[in-house]
């Protein structure tokens, strides 16, 4: 018999099956598989998960180990490997937590009577849908493919663009019971050693069940210091060329399996305004994109609170200006209106994603009905109110950052909640805190989130700011 404190598999083959029994429950699981055979005139044993192996491999294979002859079987597992299995991803494994990981990951076992190590043949299959474009994550020009939940074929899109020895693919895994599979990807000669090795080091030390919600999951366990600061810490894309374009500047994307997207450290908070369609349009093109996007982030922080405060103060108005004056009475106070609308805003976005496709279009129409007009008629809002309200919902779409946005979207009610108390005051406050939240933050190695800022660095400014031509902005 095996137990927890012995490790290591027994050369019995009917020790190792009964331990097998004891701790894959295959009476009890419908899809934990195992066969009895025949190698060599040994009595064997295959362990496998239903669903997850190549049926026509293994039927190969099976044929294969069945037609060896007594006479032609060798002494040992090593022997066996090198000269009776034609099969490329073959590995031994004497120890159980090593044998069980690759079981349930899908890897078929062979146990055979009086070896003393598991021959361990990787013939999985995963479920997997086509690598299309994300939907989230469209550029006008480039590739159209993404990102998938299968870790494999992500390493695989990263690999097909950059063919360089120095690439690393480095698999590790988190998780007790989950024993989710992580990968890092980057270049060798080009990484923060120092940085990769506090990565290693803190994923190795995660001490939970199991990576529940994956690559959320991952981000809190290495970023485990103040959670307050609402300015995201990674970045995430579910573009290969986006990842492949950040693993040649010296980042380190990490991919988590069953997680559709890569993310990106460290990150400063030029490194979430970059986007794709910055680099696949002309040197003027993307700076000019690039710029907008900046200067629009700017408004939908600035637009309401700025309203808010000019219709406290009506004498700062010029007179060519007059016209953003309301024209109707305002029933409700004009901060509970700002705030009503983030909030009905945030309830549409979370009504359409759970409205099925059949119904979005009519749904839509009867919102803007209802939400646009009806509300105003009605005397709970002033057309003002919706119009500048409008404009922030649409322009957030602007950059594909999520977590951009509601940091943005925090910071401007924190602007209104203070601006309606305390005026021209908290106003300037609230800027302020913005500044602070920024300046003060820190990137995941450690750096200032505001570089090439803080510390500045002219040339690096000028990369951030403009899109340069390939030769201006290599090295």
């Not at 649409?394 to 601006?419: C, D, H, P, V, W």
Request: glycine share 4%; aromatic share 12%.
């Amino acid at each position: 018999m095996q137990s927890d404190n012995n490790n290591i598999i027994s050369t019995s083959l009917q020790d190792n099956m009964r331990y097998l029994s004891e701790r894959l429950k295959p009476d009890t699981n419908f899809d934990v598989v195992y066969r009895v055979i025949e190698v060599g005139g040994r009595q064997a044993c295959i362990y496998f998960i239903d669903g997850f192996c190549k049926d026509e491999l293994m039927q190969k294979l099976l044929q294969y180990f069945i037609d060896i002859k007594p006479e032609e079987m060798p002494e040992n597992a090593h022997e066996m490997v090198k000269k009776s299995a034609p099969y490329v991803e073959i590995d031994l494994k004497d120890k159980w937590d090593d044998i069980f990981y690759n079981i349930l990951s899908g890897v078929f076992a062979l146990f055979i009577e009086g070896y003393d190590r598991c021959v361990l043949v990787d013939s999985r299959t995963y479920p997997a849908r086509g690598v299309s474009e994300p939907e989230k994550d469209k550029t006008l020009r480039g590739s159209k493919d993404g990102f998938v939940e299968t870790v494999v074929f992500n390493t695989a899109l990263i690999r097909r663009r950059i063919r360089s020895t120095e690439l690393r693919m480095e698999m590790m895994n988190a998780g007790k019971s989950s024993r989710t599979d992580i990968v890092l990807c980057y270049m060798d000669n080009r990484v923060d050693h120092e940085f990769l090795n506090k990565i290693k080091k803190r994923i190795s030390e995660i001490k939970v069940d199991a990576l529940t919600m994956n690559q959320e999951s991952l981000a809190e366990c290495l970023y485990q210091r103040s959670w307050f600061n609402p300015f995201p810490k990674f970045k995430y894309t579910e573009r290969p060329d986006t990842a492949a374009a950040q693993i040649l500047e010296g980042d380190v994307i990490i991919l988590v399996d069953n997680s559709p997207s890569a993310m990106i450290v460290p990150t400063s908070i030029f490194d979430i305004l970059e986007e794709a369609d910055d680099y696949y349009f002309p040197p003027v093109t993307g700076t000019y994109l690039r710029l907008s996007r900046l200067l629009i982030g700017i408004m939908t922080y600035l637009l309401t609170p700025t309203y808010l405060l000019l219709m406290q103060r009506p004498e700062w108005i010029p007179e060519s200006f007059q016209f953003i004056m309301l024209k109707e009475p305002c029933n409700i106070p004009l901060i509970m209106q700002f705030l009503l609308l983030e909030l009905a805003i945030d309830g549409l976005k979370l009504a359409a994603i759970n409205t099925p496709n059949m119904l979005s279009t009519p749904l839509s129409v009867m919102a803007a009905l209802v939400l646009g007009e009806f509300s105003v008629n009605s005397g709970w809002f002033n057309s003002e109110v919706m119009l500048y309200m409008a404009f922030v919902a649409i322009a957030n779409y602007t950059q594909q950052s999520y977590e951009l946005g509601y940091a943005l979207k925090f910071m401007r009610i924190i602007n209104l909640i203070l601006t309606a108390i305390f005026g021209v005051y908290g106003y300037v406050a609230a800027i302020l805190i913005l500044i602070f939240s920024i300046v003060f933050n820190k990137t995941l190695s450690g750096r200032s989130y505001v570089y090439p800022i803080f510390p500045f660095n002219l040339r690096q400014v000028a990369k951030r700011f403009l899109r340069l031509r390939l030769p201006e902005s290599k090295n």
